[in-house]
Protein backbone atom coordinates (compact mmCIF):
# COMPACT_ATOMS: atom_id res chain seq x y z
CA UNK A 1 0.00 0.00 0.00
CA UNK A 2 2.76 2.46 0.63
CA UNK A 3 4.19 1.96 -3.46
CA UNK A 4 3.47 4.43 -5.57
CA UNK A 5 2.41 2.35 -8.33
CA UNK A 6 -0.90 1.18 -7.14
CA UNK A 7 -2.72 3.91 -6.82
CA UNK A 8 -3.67 5.58 -10.28
CA UNK A 9 -3.90 9.20 -10.03
CA UNK A 10 -4.55 11.71 -12.87
CA UNK A 11 -4.39 15.06 -12.61
CA UNK A 12 -6.79 16.02 -15.48
CA UNK A 13 -9.31 13.23 -13.86
CA UNK A 14 -11.24 15.42 -11.67
CA UNK A 15 -10.80 16.35 -7.98
CA UNK A 16 -7.54 14.09 -6.11
CA UNK A 17 -10.04 13.26 -3.26
CA UNK A 18 -12.64 11.87 -5.04
CA UNK A 19 -9.66 9.79 -7.20
CA UNK A 20 -8.24 8.48 -3.64
CA UNK A 21 -11.54 6.99 -2.60
CA UNK A 22 -11.87 5.36 -5.85
CA UNK A 23 -8.83 3.69 -5.77
CA UNK A 24 -9.67 2.13 -2.64
CA UNK A 25 -13.12 1.40 -3.62
CA UNK A 26 -11.15 -0.62 -6.40
CA UNK A 27 -8.43 -1.78 -4.63
CA UNK A 28 -11.01 -3.68 -2.29
CA UNK A 29 -13.19 -5.10 -4.63
CA UNK A 30 -10.20 -6.15 -6.27
CA UNK A 31 -9.46 -8.07 -3.15
CA UNK A 32 -5.64 -5.86 -3.32
CA UNK A 33 -6.98 -4.50 0.19
CA UNK A 34 -9.21 -6.24 2.51
CA UNK A 35 -11.48 -5.58 5.12
CA UNK A 36 -9.45 -5.13 8.72
CA UNK A 37 -6.33 -3.63 6.67
CA UNK A 38 -4.65 -1.17 7.71
CA UNK A 39 -4.34 2.48 5.57
CA UNK A 40 -1.24 4.20 5.24
CA UNK A 41 -1.69 7.25 7.45
CA UNK A 42 -2.61 10.35 5.54
CA UNK A 43 0.59 12.11 6.01
CA UNK A 44 2.83 8.70 4.74
CA UNK A 45 0.55 8.43 1.62
CA UNK A 46 0.48 11.88 0.63
CA UNK A 47 4.16 11.65 0.69
CA UNK A 48 4.21 8.42 -1.52
CA UNK A 49 2.37 10.42 -3.89
CA UNK A 50 3.95 13.69 -3.75
CA UNK A 51 0.17 14.85 -2.76
CA UNK A 52 -1.02 17.48 -0.49
CA UNK A 53 -2.25 16.02 2.85
CA UNK A 54 -4.68 17.85 3.62
CA UNK A 55 -6.49 15.94 0.25
CA UNK A 56 -5.59 12.59 1.34
CA UNK A 57 -7.52 13.74 5.05
CA UNK A 58 -10.60 15.11 2.90
CA UNK A 59 -10.26 11.41 1.18
CA UNK A 60 -9.77 9.30 4.31
CA UNK A 61 -12.98 11.41 5.45
CA UNK A 62 -15.32 11.10 2.90
CA UNK A 63 -14.36 7.24 2.67
CA UNK A 64 -15.21 7.35 6.47
CA UNK A 65 -18.48 8.78 5.77
CA UNK A 66 -19.27 6.13 3.41
CA UNK A 67 -18.75 3.03 6.03
CA UNK A 68 -15.57 2.15 4.30
CA UNK A 69 -13.00 3.04 6.68
CA UNK A 70 -12.51 3.94 10.21
CA UNK A 71 -10.44 5.85 12.19
CA UNK A 72 -9.04 3.78 15.38
CA UNK A 73 -7.67 6.06 17.85
CA UNK A 74 -3.79 5.59 18.45
CA UNK A 75 -3.58 2.78 15.92
CA UNK A 76 -4.25 4.00 12.68
CA UNK A 77 -6.49 3.79 9.71
CA UNK A 78 -8.54 0.89 8.88
CA UNK A 79 -11.20 -0.38 6.32
CA UNK A 80 -13.94 -1.79 8.12
CA UNK A 81 -14.40 -5.68 8.87
CA UNK A 82 -18.18 -4.92 7.40
CA UNK A 83 -16.88 -2.39 4.78
CA UNK A 84 -19.34 -3.57 1.82
CA UNK A 85 -16.92 -5.16 -0.54
CA UNK A 86 -19.49 -7.13 -2.58
CA UNK A 87 -21.40 -4.09 -3.06
CA UNK A 88 -18.35 -2.84 -4.35
CA UNK A 89 -17.52 -5.12 -6.47
CA UNK A 90 -20.80 -5.44 -7.93
CA UNK A 91 -20.72 -1.83 -8.51
CA UNK A 92 -17.42 -1.96 -10.36
CA UNK A 93 -18.83 -4.92 -12.13
CA UNK A 94 -21.54 -3.43 -13.33
CA UNK A 95 -19.63 -0.04 -14.23
CA UNK A 96 -17.53 -2.21 -16.52
CA UNK A 97 -20.24 -3.97 -18.25
CA UNK A 98 -21.83 -0.64 -18.93
CA UNK A 99 -18.68 0.96 -20.33
CA UNK A 100 -18.45 -2.70 -22.85
CA UNK A 101 -21.99 -2.89 -23.62
CA UNK A 102 -21.81 1.41 -24.84
CA UNK A 103 -18.72 0.86 -26.56
CA UNK A 104 -20.44 -2.63 -28.24
CA UNK A 105 -23.37 -0.72 -29.25
CA UNK A 106 -21.42 2.22 -30.50
CA UNK A 107 -19.86 -0.53 -32.93
CA UNK A 108 -23.02 -1.42 -34.07
CA UNK A 109 -22.82 -5.28 -33.49
CA UNK A 110 -26.21 -7.41 -32.01
CA UNK A 111 -26.07 -8.61 -28.55
CA UNK A 112 -24.81 -12.21 -30.03
CA UNK A 113 -21.58 -10.70 -31.34
CA UNK A 114 -20.87 -8.95 -27.81
CA UNK A 115 -21.33 -11.85 -26.07
CA UNK A 116 -19.69 -13.87 -28.11
CA UNK A 117 -16.45 -11.25 -27.71
CA UNK A 118 -16.60 -11.30 -24.24
CA UNK A 119 -16.74 -15.29 -24.07
CA UNK A 120 -13.32 -15.17 -26.06
CA UNK A 121 -11.91 -12.72 -23.53
CA UNK A 122 -12.38 -14.66 -20.95
CA UNK A 123 -11.33 -17.91 -22.39
CA UNK A 124 -8.30 -16.32 -23.41
CA UNK A 125 -7.36 -15.09 -19.84
CA UNK B 1 24.78 37.82 20.84
CA UNK B 2 24.36 34.46 19.23
CA UNK B 3 24.86 35.78 15.94
CA UNK B 4 27.34 38.15 16.16
CA UNK B 5 29.96 34.66 16.82
CA UNK B 6 29.21 32.55 13.69
CA UNK B 7 29.25 36.31 11.66
CA UNK B 8 32.78 36.49 13.30
CA UNK B 9 33.55 32.89 12.20
CA UNK B 10 32.15 33.28 8.88
CA UNK B 11 34.16 36.10 8.37
CA UNK B 12 37.29 34.34 9.07
CA UNK B 13 36.14 31.65 6.51
CA UNK B 14 35.85 34.31 4.43
CA UNK B 15 39.16 36.10 4.47
CA UNK B 16 42.00 33.92 6.33
CA UNK B 17 43.88 33.85 3.39
CA UNK B 18 44.04 37.70 3.31
CA UNK B 19 45.10 37.53 6.69
CA UNK B 20 47.78 35.03 6.60
CA UNK B 21 48.95 36.26 3.38
CA UNK B 22 49.13 40.01 5.27
CA UNK B 23 51.01 38.41 8.12
CA UNK B 24 53.23 35.89 6.07
CA UNK B 25 54.49 38.94 3.66
CA UNK B 26 56.16 40.19 6.50
CA UNK B 27 58.61 37.75 6.67
CA UNK B 28 59.24 38.99 3.45
CA UNK B 29 59.56 42.26 4.18
CA UNK B 30 62.08 41.27 7.18
CA UNK B 31 63.78 38.87 4.50
CA UNK B 32 64.15 42.11 2.29
CA UNK B 33 65.81 44.07 5.55
CA UNK B 34 68.00 41.69 6.00
CA UNK B 35 69.44 41.99 2.65
CA UNK B 36 70.23 45.95 3.26
CA UNK B 37 73.77 46.04 2.39
CA UNK B 38 74.60 49.94 2.89
CA UNK B 39 77.70 50.39 4.79
CA UNK B 40 77.00 53.36 7.25
CA UNK B 41 74.86 52.29 10.05
CA UNK B 42 72.70 55.42 10.32
CA UNK B 43 71.79 55.12 6.27
CA UNK B 44 71.22 51.55 6.87
CA UNK B 45 69.13 51.93 9.84
CA UNK B 46 66.98 54.57 7.77
CA UNK B 47 66.44 52.42 4.74
CA UNK B 48 65.20 49.52 6.76
CA UNK B 49 63.23 52.16 8.46
CA UNK B 50 61.55 53.22 5.32
CA UNK B 51 60.91 49.78 3.93
CA UNK B 52 59.15 49.31 7.49
CA UNK B 53 57.24 52.29 6.33
CA UNK B 54 56.57 50.92 2.87
CA UNK B 55 55.22 47.37 4.65
CA UNK B 56 52.94 49.63 6.68
CA UNK B 57 51.34 51.49 4.14
CA UNK B 58 51.25 48.52 1.84
CA UNK B 59 49.80 46.68 4.42
CA UNK B 60 46.73 49.39 5.22
CA UNK B 61 46.18 49.14 1.26
CA UNK B 62 45.80 45.58 1.12
CA UNK B 63 43.47 45.56 4.49
CA UNK B 64 40.81 47.95 2.48
CA UNK B 65 40.97 45.57 -0.61
CA UNK B 66 40.11 42.90 1.97
CA UNK B 67 37.62 44.65 3.74
CA UNK B 68 35.79 46.20 0.63
CA UNK B 69 35.04 42.73 -0.53
CA UNK B 70 31.46 43.56 -1.63
CA UNK B 71 30.82 43.31 -5.13
CA UNK B 72 31.59 39.33 -5.50
CA UNK B 73 28.97 38.89 -2.90
CA UNK B 74 26.06 41.04 -4.22
CA UNK B 75 26.78 38.88 -7.81
CA UNK B 76 26.80 35.33 -6.40
CA UNK B 77 23.66 36.42 -3.82
CA UNK B 78 25.64 35.65 -0.72
CA UNK B 79 24.55 39.57 -0.27
CA UNK B 80 20.69 37.99 -0.04
CA UNK B 81 21.26 35.41 2.25
CA UNK B 82 22.87 38.20 4.65
CA UNK B 83 20.44 40.29 4.56
CA UNK B 84 17.66 37.74 5.85
CA UNK B 85 19.77 36.43 8.50
CA UNK B 86 18.40 37.59 11.93
CA UNK B 87 21.61 40.21 13.08
CA UNK B 88 21.44 43.52 12.14
CA UNK B 89 22.99 44.90 9.56
CA UNK B 90 25.12 46.80 12.39
CA UNK B 91 25.94 43.40 13.79
CA UNK B 92 26.81 42.32 9.54
CA UNK B 93 29.10 45.40 9.47
CA UNK B 94 30.80 44.88 12.99
CA UNK B 95 31.99 41.58 12.58
CA UNK B 96 33.46 41.86 9.35
CA UNK B 97 35.13 45.45 10.66
CA UNK B 98 36.44 43.94 13.97
CA UNK B 99 38.18 41.14 11.98
CA UNK B 100 39.75 43.68 9.74
CA UNK B 101 40.75 46.08 12.47
CA UNK B 102 42.22 42.78 14.15
CA UNK B 103 44.15 41.98 11.66
CA UNK B 104 45.44 45.36 11.44
CA UNK B 105 46.40 45.69 14.72
CA UNK B 106 48.49 42.05 14.88
CA UNK B 107 50.01 43.46 11.64
CA UNK B 108 51.29 46.89 13.23
CA UNK B 109 52.22 45.25 16.43
CA UNK B 110 54.54 43.25 14.11
CA UNK B 111 55.63 45.85 12.23
CA UNK B 112 56.30 47.64 15.97
CA UNK B 113 58.25 44.50 16.82
CA UNK B 114 60.66 45.08 13.28
CA UNK B 115 61.04 48.21 14.28
CA UNK B 116 62.67 47.16 17.73
CA UNK B 117 64.57 44.53 15.86
CA UNK B 118 65.83 46.79 12.97
CA UNK B 119 66.91 49.39 15.76
CA UNK B 120 68.90 46.04 17.44
CA UNK B 121 70.76 45.44 14.35
CA UNK B 122 71.94 48.91 14.58
CA UNK B 123 73.07 49.00 18.21
CA UNK B 124 70.38 51.43 19.67
CA UNK B 125 69.56 50.21 22.94
CA UNK B 126 65.89 50.68 23.60
CA UNK B 127 65.16 50.50 27.38
CA UNK B 128 61.96 48.34 28.39
CA UNK B 129 59.51 51.15 28.17
CA UNK B 130 60.13 51.99 24.87
CA UNK B 131 60.35 48.77 23.77
CA UNK B 132 56.59 48.37 24.92
CA UNK B 133 55.67 51.62 23.45
CA UNK B 134 57.20 50.98 20.62
CA UNK B 135 55.50 47.47 19.86
CA UNK B 136 52.24 48.60 21.52
CA UNK B 137 51.18 52.04 21.99
CA UNK B 138 52.85 53.40 18.66
CA UNK B 139 51.25 51.08 16.24
CA UNK B 140 47.92 51.58 18.46
CA UNK B 141 48.14 55.41 18.00
CA UNK B 142 49.42 54.87 14.62
CA UNK B 143 46.56 52.85 13.65
CA UNK B 144 43.76 54.39 15.66
CA UNK B 145 44.22 57.90 13.69
CA UNK B 146 44.53 56.28 10.43
CA UNK B 147 43.76 52.45 9.26
CA UNK B 148 41.18 51.98 11.36
CA UNK B 149 39.40 55.36 10.02
CA UNK B 150 40.11 54.12 6.36
CA UNK B 151 39.13 50.49 6.89
CA UNK B 152 35.83 52.13 8.30
CA UNK B 153 35.48 54.65 5.10
CA UNK B 154 36.07 51.91 2.86
CA UNK B 155 33.54 49.49 4.22
CA UNK B 156 30.91 52.80 3.67
CA UNK B 157 31.96 53.10 0.57
CA UNK B 158 31.42 49.64 -0.39
CA UNK B 159 28.41 49.12 1.03
CA UNK B 160 27.17 52.21 -0.36
CA UNK B 161 27.70 51.46 -4.14
CA UNK B 162 26.66 48.03 -3.12
CA UNK B 163 23.36 49.53 -1.81
CA UNK B 164 22.61 51.81 -4.83
CA UNK B 165 23.51 49.63 -7.56
CA UNK B 166 19.92 47.55 -6.65
CA UNK B 167 17.96 50.88 -6.97
CA UNK B 168 19.80 53.09 -9.56
CA UNK B 169 23.17 53.22 -10.83
CA UNK B 170 25.49 52.38 -7.88
CA UNK B 171 28.51 54.53 -9.56
CA UNK B 172 27.25 57.64 -8.65
CA UNK B 173 26.64 58.18 -4.82
CA UNK B 174 30.19 56.34 -5.25
CA UNK B 175 31.80 58.42 -6.99
CA UNK B 176 30.73 61.72 -5.19
CA UNK B 177 32.25 59.85 -2.01
CA UNK B 178 35.28 59.32 -3.13
CA UNK B 179 35.34 62.74 -5.12
CA UNK B 180 34.68 64.62 -1.85
CA UNK B 181 36.95 62.50 0.37
CA UNK B 182 40.03 64.58 -0.43
CA UNK B 183 38.14 67.79 0.44
CA UNK B 184 36.56 66.55 3.51
CA UNK B 185 40.07 64.68 4.65
CA UNK B 186 41.93 68.35 3.70
CA UNK B 187 39.27 70.24 6.25
CA UNK B 188 39.38 67.25 8.37
CA UNK B 189 43.26 67.35 9.16
CA UNK B 190 43.11 71.37 9.20
CA UNK B 191 40.42 71.11 11.55
CA UNK B 192 42.19 68.71 13.90
CA UNK B 193 45.80 70.64 13.57
CA UNK B 194 43.60 73.34 14.69
CA UNK B 195 42.90 72.16 18.01
CA UNK B 196 45.18 69.67 18.57
CA UNK B 197 47.41 70.22 21.57
CA UNK B 198 44.66 71.99 23.44
CA UNK B 199 45.07 69.17 25.56
CA UNK B 200 48.15 67.41 26.76
CA UNK B 201 50.10 65.42 24.52
CA UNK B 202 51.05 61.75 25.06
CA UNK B 203 54.34 61.12 25.67
CA UNK B 204 55.44 58.18 23.44
CA UNK B 205 59.37 57.28 23.23
CA UNK B 206 60.51 59.64 25.42
CA UNK B 207 63.62 57.93 26.13
CA UNK B 208 64.13 56.82 22.56
CA UNK B 209 65.91 60.12 21.64
CA UNK B 210 68.71 59.31 24.20
CA UNK B 211 69.08 55.78 22.93
CA UNK B 212 69.50 57.62 19.38
CA UNK B 213 72.15 59.87 20.51
CA UNK B 214 74.32 57.08 22.60
CA UNK B 215 74.52 55.17 19.63
CA UNK B 216 75.17 57.81 17.00
CA UNK B 217 76.56 60.64 19.14
CA UNK B 218 75.33 63.95 19.62
CA UNK B 219 73.65 65.98 16.77
CA UNK B 220 74.15 69.47 16.49
CA UNK B 221 72.21 71.30 19.52
CA UNK B 222 69.56 72.74 17.74
CA UNK B 223 68.97 69.21 16.09
CA UNK B 224 68.95 67.76 19.66
CA UNK B 225 66.55 70.63 21.20
CA UNK B 226 64.26 70.16 18.35
CA UNK B 227 63.98 66.38 18.85
CA UNK B 228 63.58 66.89 22.46
CA UNK B 229 60.52 69.15 21.83
CA UNK B 230 58.76 66.73 20.22
CA UNK B 231 59.18 64.34 22.18
CA UNK B 232 58.22 66.50 25.07
CA UNK B 233 54.88 67.61 23.50
CA UNK B 234 53.92 64.32 22.82
CA UNK B 235 51.39 63.15 20.15
CA UNK B 236 48.05 64.93 20.40
CA UNK B 237 45.05 62.99 21.65
CA UNK B 238 42.68 64.82 19.84
CA UNK B 239 43.23 63.50 16.62
CA UNK B 240 43.26 59.87 18.38
CA UNK B 241 39.95 61.02 19.56
CA UNK B 242 38.11 62.39 16.83
CA UNK B 243 39.32 59.64 14.39
CA UNK B 244 37.60 57.00 16.88
CA UNK B 245 34.71 59.15 16.55
CA UNK B 246 34.44 59.65 13.27
CA UNK B 247 35.18 55.56 12.62
CA UNK B 248 32.42 55.33 14.81
CA UNK B 249 30.25 57.45 13.00
CA UNK B 250 31.12 55.66 9.96
CA UNK B 251 30.51 52.15 10.38
CA UNK B 252 26.66 53.04 12.31
CA UNK B 253 26.09 54.33 8.81
CA UNK B 254 27.43 51.65 6.99
CA UNK B 255 25.26 49.61 9.72
CA UNK B 256 22.46 51.84 8.89
CA UNK B 257 22.34 51.51 5.02
CA UNK B 258 22.93 47.46 5.14
CA UNK B 259 19.99 47.19 7.35
CA UNK B 260 17.65 49.37 5.45
CA UNK B 261 18.63 48.53 1.84
CA UNK B 262 17.20 46.25 -0.74
CA UNK B 263 18.53 43.45 -2.23
CA UNK C 1 -3.23 35.96 8.24
CA UNK C 2 0.65 35.07 8.05
CA UNK C 3 0.75 37.66 4.81
CA UNK C 4 -1.09 40.30 3.11
CA UNK C 5 -0.60 42.60 0.11
CA UNK C 6 -2.41 45.45 -0.74
CA UNK C 7 -2.44 47.35 -4.24
CA UNK C 8 1.26 45.97 -3.83
CA UNK C 9 2.99 47.56 -6.96
CA UNK C 10 6.97 46.71 -7.54
CA UNK C 11 8.41 49.22 -10.63
CA UNK C 12 11.99 48.67 -11.33
CA UNK C 13 14.55 50.80 -13.22
CA UNK C 14 13.47 49.07 -16.57
CA UNK C 15 10.50 47.02 -16.25
CA UNK C 16 7.27 46.24 -13.49
CA UNK C 17 7.51 43.43 -11.62
CA UNK C 18 4.15 43.29 -10.13
CA UNK C 19 1.23 45.47 -10.17
CA UNK C 20 -1.67 46.12 -8.17
CA UNK C 21 -1.06 42.38 -6.22
CA UNK C 22 -3.90 42.05 -3.25
CA UNK C 23 -3.81 38.77 -1.72
CA UNK C 24 -4.15 37.28 1.53
CA UNK C 25 -2.18 34.37 3.24
CA UNK C 26 -3.53 32.32 5.86
CA UNK C 27 -1.67 29.33 7.74
CA UNK C 28 -1.64 26.11 6.62
CA UNK C 29 -1.46 25.99 2.94
CA UNK C 30 0.49 24.80 0.41
CA UNK C 31 0.33 27.31 -2.74
CA UNK C 32 1.53 27.03 -5.78
CA UNK C 33 2.79 30.72 -8.06
CA UNK C 34 2.69 29.87 -11.17
CA UNK C 35 3.00 31.91 -14.29
CA UNK C 36 6.01 32.41 -17.08
CA UNK C 37 9.38 34.09 -16.80
CA UNK C 38 9.03 37.70 -16.04
CA UNK C 39 5.26 37.47 -14.98
CA UNK C 40 6.23 38.77 -11.34
CA UNK C 41 6.42 35.20 -9.22
CA UNK C 42 10.23 35.88 -7.95
CA UNK C 43 9.47 39.60 -7.17
CA UNK C 44 6.27 38.14 -5.70
CA UNK C 45 8.40 36.01 -3.09
CA UNK C 46 11.30 38.22 -2.35
CA UNK C 47 8.73 41.39 -1.50
CA UNK C 48 7.08 38.60 1.00
CA UNK C 49 10.86 37.80 2.04
CA UNK C 50 11.48 41.56 2.61
CA UNK C 51 14.33 41.40 0.00
CA UNK C 52 12.54 44.06 -1.82
CA UNK C 53 10.34 46.98 -0.85
CA UNK C 54 7.46 47.71 -3.13
CA UNK C 55 6.67 50.85 -5.32
CA UNK C 56 3.42 51.41 -3.98
CA UNK C 57 0.94 49.19 -1.43
CA UNK C 58 1.45 47.72 1.47
CA UNK C 59 2.73 44.12 2.62
CA UNK C 60 2.56 42.67 5.81
CA UNK C 61 3.92 39.34 7.57
CA UNK C 62 2.33 38.28 11.01
CA UNK C 63 0.94 41.80 10.87
CA UNK C 64 4.62 43.47 10.73
CA UNK C 65 6.96 45.00 7.95
CA UNK C 66 8.69 41.57 5.98
CA UNK C 67 12.04 42.38 7.16
CA UNK C 68 11.44 42.77 10.49
CA UNK C 69 9.90 39.35 10.84
CA UNK C 70 13.28 37.90 8.73
CA UNK C 71 13.69 34.83 11.69
CA UNK C 72 10.27 33.61 11.37
CA UNK C 73 10.05 33.57 7.62
CA UNK C 74 12.32 30.80 5.16
CA UNK C 75 13.18 31.93 2.47
CA UNK C 76 14.87 29.73 -0.08
CA UNK C 77 16.40 32.20 -3.69
CA UNK C 78 16.33 31.04 -7.18
CA UNK C 79 20.08 31.89 -7.08
CA UNK C 80 22.98 29.58 -6.24
CA UNK C 81 24.14 31.62 -2.86
CA UNK C 82 26.17 29.53 -0.93
CA UNK C 83 29.78 30.05 -0.55
CA UNK C 84 32.35 27.97 -2.81
CA UNK C 85 34.91 26.88 0.19
CA UNK C 86 30.87 25.86 2.69
CA UNK C 87 30.69 22.07 3.18
CA UNK C 88 27.49 20.52 4.78
CA UNK C 89 29.16 20.99 8.30
CA UNK C 90 29.96 24.36 7.53
CA UNK C 91 26.42 25.36 6.72
CA UNK C 92 25.26 23.33 9.76
CA UNK C 93 27.38 25.83 11.86
CA UNK C 94 26.18 29.09 9.77
CA UNK C 95 22.78 28.07 10.10
CA UNK C 96 22.94 27.13 14.06
CA UNK C 97 24.50 30.06 15.08
CA UNK C 98 22.03 32.68 12.98
CA UNK C 99 19.08 30.65 13.07
CA UNK C 100 17.19 29.74 16.56
CA UNK C 101 14.62 27.56 14.59
CA UNK C 102 17.75 25.69 13.53
CA UNK C 103 16.87 21.88 13.89
CA UNK C 104 20.48 20.13 13.47
CA UNK C 105 19.21 16.51 13.81
CA UNK C 106 16.64 17.46 11.24
CA UNK C 107 18.90 18.55 8.82
CA UNK C 108 20.93 15.89 9.33
CA UNK C 109 17.84 13.64 8.30
CA UNK C 110 17.42 15.68 5.09
CA UNK C 111 20.89 15.98 4.23
CA UNK C 112 20.76 12.03 4.39
CA UNK C 113 17.77 11.74 2.99
CA UNK C 114 18.16 14.09 0.27
CA UNK C 115 22.01 12.28 -0.72
CA UNK C 116 23.60 15.31 0.33
CA UNK C 117 27.71 14.33 -0.72
CA UNK C 118 29.54 15.50 2.30
CA UNK C 119 32.06 18.30 -0.25
CA UNK C 120 32.64 21.61 -0.60
CA UNK C 121 29.65 23.45 -2.50
CA UNK C 122 32.29 24.26 -5.28
CA UNK C 123 32.74 20.58 -5.85
CA UNK C 124 29.12 19.80 -5.62
CA UNK C 125 27.06 19.41 -9.19
CA UNK C 126 24.00 22.25 -9.29
CA UNK C 127 21.15 19.82 -8.02
CA UNK C 128 23.10 18.70 -4.99
CA UNK C 129 23.52 22.16 -4.05
CA UNK C 130 20.01 22.48 -4.89
CA UNK C 131 19.66 20.11 -2.35
CA UNK C 132 21.67 20.97 0.31
CA UNK C 133 20.12 24.68 0.25
CA UNK C 134 16.58 22.32 0.72
CA UNK C 135 18.22 21.15 4.16
CA UNK C 136 18.97 23.90 5.24
CA UNK C 137 15.86 25.49 4.42
CA UNK C 138 13.32 22.98 5.36
CA UNK C 139 15.39 21.97 8.70
CA UNK C 140 14.13 25.35 10.41
CA UNK C 141 11.05 25.24 11.49
CA UNK C 142 9.10 28.55 10.45
CA UNK C 143 5.21 29.18 9.75
CA UNK C 144 6.32 30.60 6.48
CA UNK C 145 8.28 29.21 3.71
CA UNK C 146 8.40 31.31 0.14
CA UNK C 147 10.40 28.54 -2.49
CA UNK C 148 10.98 30.13 -5.97
CA UNK C 149 11.81 27.72 -7.98
CA UNK C 150 13.35 24.88 -5.59
CA UNK C 151 12.73 22.09 -8.56
CA UNK C 152 14.78 24.87 -11.12
CA UNK C 153 17.69 22.56 -12.69
CA UNK C 154 17.34 19.21 -10.70
CA UNK C 155 17.32 15.96 -12.17
CA UNK C 156 14.01 13.92 -12.25
CA UNK C 157 15.09 11.55 -9.07
CA UNK C 158 16.02 14.59 -7.18
CA UNK C 159 13.34 16.94 -8.02
CA UNK C 160 11.03 13.62 -6.66
CA UNK C 161 12.91 13.14 -3.83
CA UNK C 162 12.30 16.86 -2.97
CA UNK C 163 8.73 17.16 -3.40
CA UNK C 164 8.27 13.86 -1.16
CA UNK C 165 10.50 16.09 1.98
CA UNK C 166 8.35 18.82 1.26
CA UNK C 167 4.92 16.72 2.30
CA UNK C 168 7.07 15.14 4.79
CA UNK C 169 8.19 18.14 6.41
CA UNK C 170 5.00 20.21 6.32
CA UNK C 171 3.33 20.65 9.27
CA UNK C 172 -0.54 21.81 8.96
CA UNK C 173 -0.39 25.62 10.75
CA UNK C 174 2.72 26.06 8.37
CA UNK C 175 2.16 28.03 4.85
CA UNK C 176 4.37 27.21 1.74
CA UNK C 177 4.30 29.50 -1.10
CA UNK C 178 6.14 27.31 -4.00
CA UNK C 179 7.15 29.26 -7.24
CA UNK C 180 7.87 26.67 -10.22
CA UNK C 181 7.92 25.63 -13.81
CA UNK C 182 7.44 22.22 -13.39
CA UNK C 183 3.55 22.82 -12.36
CA UNK C 184 2.71 19.07 -13.41
CA UNK C 185 5.24 17.30 -11.14
CA UNK C 186 4.36 19.58 -7.96
CA UNK C 187 0.85 19.67 -9.13
CA UNK C 188 -0.42 17.77 -6.38
CA UNK C 189 0.80 19.52 -3.59
CA UNK C 190 -1.17 22.44 -3.89
CA UNK C 191 -4.27 23.41 -2.56
CA UNK C 192 -4.00 26.47 -3.64
CA UNK C 193 -3.06 27.87 -7.36
CA UNK C 194 -1.99 31.59 -8.18
CA UNK C 195 -1.32 32.46 -11.85
CA UNK C 196 0.60 35.55 -12.42
CA UNK C 197 0.41 36.95 -15.95
CA UNK C 198 2.81 39.83 -16.50
CA UNK C 199 3.23 41.30 -12.86
CA UNK C 200 -0.67 40.82 -12.35
CA UNK C 201 -3.02 38.57 -10.70
CA UNK C 202 -4.51 36.20 -13.76
CA UNK C 203 -6.17 34.01 -11.24
CA UNK C 204 -6.74 32.63 -7.39
CA UNK C 205 -8.30 29.75 -7.35
CA UNK C 206 -8.29 26.06 -5.26
CA UNK C 207 -6.40 23.44 -6.97
CA UNK C 208 -9.06 20.62 -6.19
CA UNK C 209 -12.14 23.27 -7.35
CA UNK C 210 -10.66 23.62 -10.68
CA UNK C 211 -10.51 19.90 -10.84
CA UNK C 212 -14.03 19.83 -9.87
CA UNK C 213 -14.50 21.55 -12.76
CA UNK C 214 -12.33 19.35 -15.12
CA UNK C 215 -9.25 20.98 -15.54
CA UNK C 216 -5.77 19.94 -13.49
CA UNK C 217 -3.92 22.98 -12.27
CA UNK C 218 -1.40 22.18 -15.42
CA UNK C 219 -4.35 22.64 -18.20
CA UNK C 220 -5.98 25.76 -15.91
CA UNK C 221 -1.88 26.97 -16.70
CA UNK C 222 -1.80 26.98 -20.36
CA UNK C 223 -5.32 28.62 -20.81
CA UNK C 224 -4.67 31.28 -18.24
CA UNK C 225 -1.50 32.05 -19.44
CA UNK C 226 -1.12 31.90 -23.04
Known amino acids: MTTKDVWILDMDAGPIFEQIGRNVRRLLARGDLRPGDKLPSARELAGTLGVNPNTIVHAYGELEAQGI ?11 REDAPVK ?23 VRYVAMEALKEAWDAR | MRGFKTLLWLEHRRSWVWLVSLLG ?15 DVAERFGIRAGLLGMAAAIGALVLCLMIGRIRAETRHGQYQVLLLTPPSGYAHIGARYLYAAATAFVYAVTIGFLCWWIAALAGIHLDARTLFELTLAVPLYAIAVTVLPLLAWTLLLMVFISAYRISGPGWIPGTVMILGTPFAV ?30 FGQPDVEGTLQMTSVIDRGVPIEPLLIMLALTAALLAIAGRIRQEVEA | MLARLRDVTKRYRTAEGVRDLTLDFPAGEIVGVLGLNGSGKSTLLKLIAGLLFPTTGMITVFDRPPR ?19 TPEDAERFMGGLYPDFDPA ?3 ELLDALRVPMRKTKAMSKGERGRLRLAMALARSAKLYLLDEPLAGIDLISRETILTSLVREWHTDETILLSTHEVAEAEGLFERAIYLRDGRLALDARAEELRERGKSVVETFKEVLS
Open chain 2, 25 to 39: SLAFWAWGIKQVRVM
Open chain 1, 87 to 109: TMRDEMLKASAETFVNDAAALGV
Open chain 1, 69 to 79: LEKRRGLGTFI
Open chain 3, 68 to 86: GVRSRVVYLGETDTLWPWM
Open chain 3, 106 to 108: RYR
Open chain 2, 186 to 215: RWLITGVGRISYSLPGWRLLANAPTALIER
